[in-house]
């Protein structure tokens, strides 16, 4: 690991402070510049003007869940295509057309997968 192109964005999109700023950091140590969001809301503004080779998704939030962002990523053209990985804390209910990763995170494994697609 830690091969990440300069240019590679990772967009963090969770509402819990420590598991967004924990993931902030293993990004960032490898090399990935890394934007945030608190909820799926902020996200849009933020892919307004940002391209990420990636997306990880919490599925529970306020203001505009997991669902509702991923809904709106499927129906923009422009954003369609932004891999998109889900982090969330249940394992049931999940969507079956994205990686999915259960909380606690195994950050070796999510590693590998942000590193095949960036």
């Not at 300069?6 to 819990?16: G, I, K, N, T, Y």
């Not at 945030?36 to 998704?57: R, W």
């Not at 306020?62 to 394992?91: F, Y």
Request: aromatic share 4%; net charge negative; with cysteine.
């Amino acid at each position: 690991m830690g091969t990440a192109a300069a240019h590679s964005v990772v967009l963090v999109v969770e509402d819990e402070e420590e598991s967004r700023e924990t993931l902030r950091e293993l990004l960032e140590l490898e090399g990935y510049e890394v934007q945030t969001a608190v909820n799926g809301s902020e996200a849009l503004a933020k892919l307004s003007h940002l391209e990420p080779c990636i997306i990880l998704l919490d599925l529970f939030m306020p203001v505009m869940d997991g669902w509702q962002l991923l809904d709106r990523l499927r129906s923009d053209g422009r954003l369609a295509n932004i891999k998109v990985v889900v982090t969330t804390s249940a394992a049931e209910n999940t969507p079956s057309d994205v990686p999915v990763f259960v909380k606690p995170l195994d950050l070796d494994h999510l590693m590998r997968t942000i590193d095949a697609v960036c």
